[in-house]
């Protein structure tokens, strides 16, 4: 077809239509329009014309034109003479050319055959389609985090497709709560949790396994949350089963876990039943870690809680008759209460923490007895005193001898040269074993590590400064990995000697920079970057 005055308006009136069917701007319409018909011109008039079409905005008009740029000779050879030109050849159209000059020359429309038209037919459906993903990517991306309301279309391979109004979206096998299944058309509501940007189009991820499903769920009950005056601070959940969630309130005369049950649990319910009736123990949250614990392990009943922050330990003791609340079914109390709080919780009883405390006093007098030749009674008070090992005896300051019945000047300095003279001794015999396994002296003179701490890292192969150095930090200080869901301890090296996480990360960077691995500069750069972001973070919040 040509493009006639007769049809000038029909492609306004056919771009506007498309943009309203598919919800996008009539511009991009009119662009991938201009698009095709510059295609189509090209077959008309040869493929390396650079021709280009332009369609008024208010009558319809389409103007194809010729473009041709003035290049530099010196620069550049003239490979395409059709749509380049030298300055020489440019003189018969500009004055005074220059490289980078266009010259346009209009050209008369082209009749539009069958194949071209169907060319420019798909040009614009594949605009159109573009522009609808990048509309549906902008939408959804915005709504991340968010709940939306769908329908169920289909079922594949246990993934769930859902219709969300301007698109599909996925609710996939392990994100669907355990005993929920699905027929076409049913409403479902979902937490929205990722959306990317793929070759086919956006694709967005839902779920309803997710904590965060919770706590918008609650946003939506309790208006105090979604005010502000209450704050869900920390969420845990076993789908379909059990959660936990902690809640504050910045207004003391509210009661934040009142206020999310709501009156006869009304609240509360609305979510429970959303979620196929899993259980919810609403908590008070508090910053003080050990009283937060003792929440968090509700209905049960504490005795007393032992926190260990180097370590991200906790220990709880509980009366026997609440050990099985404690741990709950299969775990899941404990399993909860430690997700919520990001703590390893160890639970016994006060009969289990007694034995372990005599045990423990019982392995330390018997060390203060065969290391400084002291009789039981004389190693018993050591122990009551609160000295646990052979370095505080041996480098404490001398008055904290002195406050034990029965220990004067004397008797303390004879106790802390007998300790002294043991330790040396045993670095020594750490020192020969290290090097008959073949330690070098780049580790054993290497700051920071104990004899013994070398002859345990050569007995794992650990034998020069440069092995030490390709350590990883969880390798020496040890750690916890999750393997199908549940977490497996892995041993470290210097685990034994107390080594945390920080105080690995602190040696193997030393060694590193020693051997001319690590610029420190580089060190400071990367503090000074993070610093940064972590400033710009705390001001955008």
């Not at 209009?106 to 060319?119: L, T």
């Not at 004389?378 to 001398?398: C, D, I, M, R, W």
């Amino acid at each position: 077809m040509a493009i006639t005055s007769a049809n000038q308006l029909e492609l306004l009136q056919t771009a506007e239509a498309v943009a309203r069917e598919k919800m996008i701007d009539p511009g991009l319409v009119v662009e991938a329009m201009e698009e095709s018909l510059a295609r189509a011109a090209k077959s008309r008039y040869g493929a390396e014309m650079d021709i280009r079409v332009s369609i008024d905005r208010k009558t319809g008009k389409a103007t194809f034109t010729r473009v041709r740029t003035v290049i530099d000779p010196e620069e550049e050879e003239l490979e395409n003479y059709q749509s380049q030109l030298t300055p020489d050849q440019a003189k018969q159209y500009l004055d005074d050319p220059k490289p980078g000059d266009t010259i346009v020359d209009e050209v008369p429309p082209v009749e539009m055959g069958r194949i071209a038209a169907q060319s420019a037919k798909q040009v614009i459906l594949q605009k159109v389609r573009e522009a609808e993903r990048d509309r549906q990517f902008e939408e959804f991306q915005d709504r991340a985090g968010t709940i939306i309301n769908g329908q169920v279309k289909r079922e594949e391979y246990g993934n769930v497709i859902v219709d969300v109004g301007r698109g599909e979206a996925v609710l996939r096998r392990n994100e669907k709560i355990g005993r929920e299944s699905y027929r076409p058309n049913d409403r479902i509501r979902c937490y929205i949790k990722d959306v990317r940007r793929e070759v086919r189009g956006p694709q967005i991820f839902l779920s309803r396994t997710a904590p965060e499903f919770m706590a918008e769920l609650f946003k939506m009950e309790v208006p105090e949350i979604y005010d502000g005056i209450i704050e869900i601070k920390a969420v845990a959940r076993d789908p379909g089963s059990r959660a936990k969630i902690a809640v504050i309130s910045y207004d003391n005369s509210i009661d934040p876990v009142g206020a999310c049950v709501g009156m006869r649990g009304s609240r509360v319910q609305a979510v429970v039943n959303e979620l196929q009736g899993e259980k919810i123990d609403i908590i008070p949250w508090n910053e003080d870690a050990p009283t937060f614990l003792v929440n968090a392990l509700q209905p049960a009943e504490v005795s007393k809680v032992v926190l260990d922050e180097d370590a991200g330990k906790i220990e709880v003791v509980v009366p026997e008759e609440q050990l099985s609340l404690a741990i709950g079914r299969r775990g899941q109390n404990v399993r909860l209460a430690s997700q919520l709080t990001g703590l390893d919780i160890d639970i016994m009883t006060e009969e289990e923490e007694s034995a372990r405390r005599q045990a423990e006093f019982e392995l330390r007098t018997k060390l203060f007895v065969d290391a400084l030749d002291l009789d039981e009674f004389f190693a018993q008070l050591l122990v009551s005193e609160g000295f646990t090992n052979l370095e505080e005896v041996a480098y404490v300051e001398a008055d904290e001898l002195l406050v034990i019945d029965g220990v004067d000047e004397d008797t303390a300095s004879e106790l802390q040269a007998r300790a002294r003279d043991y330790l040396e001794a045993k670095n020594k015999q750490a020192l020969e074993a290290a090097r008959e396994l073949g330690a070098e002296d780049s580790l054993i003179e290497f700051g920071g590590l104990t004899p013994q701490m070398v002859e345990a890292l050569a007995k794992d192969d650990v034998k020069t400064l440069e092995d030490f150095a390709t350590c990883a930090d969880w390798e020496l200080a040890g750690g916890w990995t999750t393997v199908d869901g549940e977490r497996v301890k892995d041993d470290g090296v210097l685990e034994p000697f107390e080594v945390s996480l920080e105080e690995a990360q602190q040696l193997v960077m030393t060694a590193r920079i020693q051997l001319g691995w690590v610029d420190p500069a580089d060190l400071e750069a990367d503090a000074e970057e993070d610093e940064a972001a972590a400033a710009e973070e705390e001001a955008e919040a």
